[in-house]
């Protein structure tokens, strides 16, 4: 049995010999122009694994090259249009597949390949003269297997590759003749990904590379470009009006070589600048003709719609209305800040640092200084207050000698202790002066240190004080407890007697203590109350007490 073309001529594409896969290759060219029938999508799968491998171990920059532009002309090569679109989204696919394995080694060769693919792409539907229908096949073929493709089924790196060379492809191949209906169509699938793209990488890749592109390559974009670049239209227009003027004014030779110069000009201005590394393009990339008023328009309809989410409304509006001042001869990406007459001062971090630690430094003399006149007013007020005190207390002059020279030690005590405090407080502002930002900081923080262990040592005693006050009351509770409990009665005697009896000689020993006191009071002149009442108290109390003792006796 044997296997089925597609698979044979993926195996000897695949193969290890160079001259074998160059072989099949050429094989698979001549196939491809000699069948009729249109491909099967699977079969197309098996062939381009094939292709896919005999790419990857193609080696030096210009067989690379080479077999690059010997592959993408496949497209071409068909005998019916679809069996060209079932081979691109077959690239596409296979690409999205295995772009992630690629190594750093074979990013460039791949990168490469995939311009030349997408070029020969543009140049089939450009054969078939841009036919709407066709261009809407491959918009779609773009949009469902690779730009709008979930990213489960591609490579966010092929993506990006992809929207970098899209409209530099599109430019070499339709220039300035491509109409501006079918760049519309095929910048439809990035339209959407602005519109509704979930990705946000993706989306500000796309604004930056397809819509930002345009605007650069428009006229405001060149003009701007050229004057950054020190270049003028004006330059060129007069290198061009000097070059006529020496044709007109030559001799007969010289006309001969001025014609013969035309021609050739004429020449490859027909056929084009080719340069054949790049794959035989011009090597200018050509401007593209772009209605910039009815974009802009059109993506505001959009950003204006319902069901938009905010960023992507906002890529929206701000395309548009970047696309609105192109249109009116204003390129939004490169304002000119010749004529916007600002400074910009230079600021240097050690001065700016420097001068910060002057202001402070300043800040703490001023509060230093007055903390000194703080405290000055407040002793000359003291000192009022003390003189006027003195004034009033002269009238009294029966007042004992002793008082008055107790008076004025403690006055004189205190202008010293002022006159000390005062000199105190300014050696302490020369000591801060002296001290750095550093030893101020320790200070500081060590004061604060300082209140909070305070702080926390006061906590501490109001604790200490309600437990004592608690452990107070509640002995408070139990003895009022005790006194009202009933007395119990054993044998008719009272258990409690020895306790009140005591309790009844302590009282009078306390009455006793009473009545001295008083006595001394007698003795050193101060008034006396009735002792009379203690004394009748103190017999009431042993007449009590006798009568008690006799009941239990009983």
């Not at 990013?107 to 792409?121: A, I």
């Not at 109350?529 to 003792?549: G, P, Y």
Request: aromatic share 8%; charged share 40%.
């Amino acid at each position: 049995m044997k296997a089925p073309v597609e698979v044979q001529f993926a195996q000897k594409l695949a193969a290890n010999e160079p001259w074998v896969r160059d072989k099949a290759v050429k094989k698979l060219k001549k196939w491809f122009g000699a069948k009729t029938e249109a491909f099967d999508e699977g079969d197309m799968m098996k062939l381009w694994k094939g292709l896919y491998y005999c790419f990857w171990m193609s080696d030096k920059p210009l067989v690379q090259e080479e077999l690059a532009e010997n592959i993408s002309s496949f497209v071409s090569c068909f005998q019916n249009s679809e069996s060209s679109l079932v081979f691109i989204k077959s690239f596409l696919k296979t690409f999205g597949r295995e772009w992630f394995g690629i190594d750093r080694w074979r990013t460039d060769k791949f990168m490469m390949f995939t311009r030349r693919f997408l070029r020969h792409s543009f140049k089939f539907v450009a054969s078939k003269e841009w036919e709407k229908g066709l261009v809407e096949k491959l918009v779609d073929i773009f949009r469902r297997e690779l730009v709008s493709c979930p990213i489960t089924d591609t490579s966010l790196g092929f993506q990006l590759h992809f929207t970098d060379v899209f409209l530099e492809e599109i430019a070499k191949v339709g220039g300035e003749k491509l109409d501006p209906e079918v760049l519309e169509m095929f910048l439809e699938p990035y339209v959407e990904v602005v519109k509704a793209g979930d990705d946000a990488r993706f989306r500000d890749h796309v604004v930056e590379r397809i819509f930002n592109h345009l605007m650069r390559q428009s006229d405001p974009g060149i003009h701007w470009q050229m004057e950054e670049d020190g270049e003028e239209f004006e330059e060129e227009m007069e290198e061009g009006d000097s070059e006529v003027e020496n044709g007109e004014n030559g001799d007969a030779n010289g006309d001969v070589s001025g014609e013969v110069i035309e021609e050739e000009e004429d020449e490859q201005e027909e056929e084009g600048a080719e340069d054949p590394r790049a794959g035989r393009v011009d090597s200018i990339i050509p401007q593209i003709n772009v209605e910039y008023l009815k974009m802009s328009e059109r993506l505001f309809e959009l950003g204006s719609g319902d069901g938009i989410r905010k960023a992507n409304r906002d890529a929206l509006y701000k395309v548009s209305k970047m696309f609105k001042d192109v249109s009116n001869d204003l390129f939004p990406l490169g304002p000119n800040l010749d004529d916007l007459d600002i400074d910009i001062p230079k600021i240097s971090v050690k001065k700016s640092a420097a001068d910060l630690l002057k202001r402070n430094e300043q800040i703490l003399k001023k509060n230093l200084e007055e903390k000194i006149k703080n405290k000055k007013l407040m002793s000359k007020i003291s000192k009022k207050a003390k003189l006027e005190a003195t004034e009033n207390g002269d009238d009294n002059e029966n007042g004992n000698d002793s008082e008055e020279s107790e008076e004025n030690s403690e006055e004189n005590g205190v202008d010293d202790d002022e006159s000390s405090s005062d000199e105190e407080t300014e050696e302490a502002v020369q000591k801060e002066k002296k001290m750095s930002s550093k030893e101020l900081r320790r200070k500081r923080k060590q004061e604060q240190k300082k209140r909070k262990r305070e702080k926390a040592f006061k906590v501490e005693q109001e604790k200490l004080e309600r437990l004592n006050m608690a452990q107070q009351m509640i002995e408070q509770d139990m003895d009022r407890k005790a006194a009202m409990e009933p007395v119990k009665v054993t044998n008719g005697v009272l258990e409690d007697k020895d306790e009140k009896v005591e309790e009844k000689v302590e009282k009078l020993k306390s009455l006793e203590k009473k009545k001295k006191k008083k006595d001394k009071v007698l003795q050193n002149g101060a008034e006396v109350t009735n002792d009379s009442q203690a004394v009748q108290e103190l017999i009431k109390l042993a007449e009590d007490l006798e009568e008690k003792s006799d009941m239990s006796a009983i």
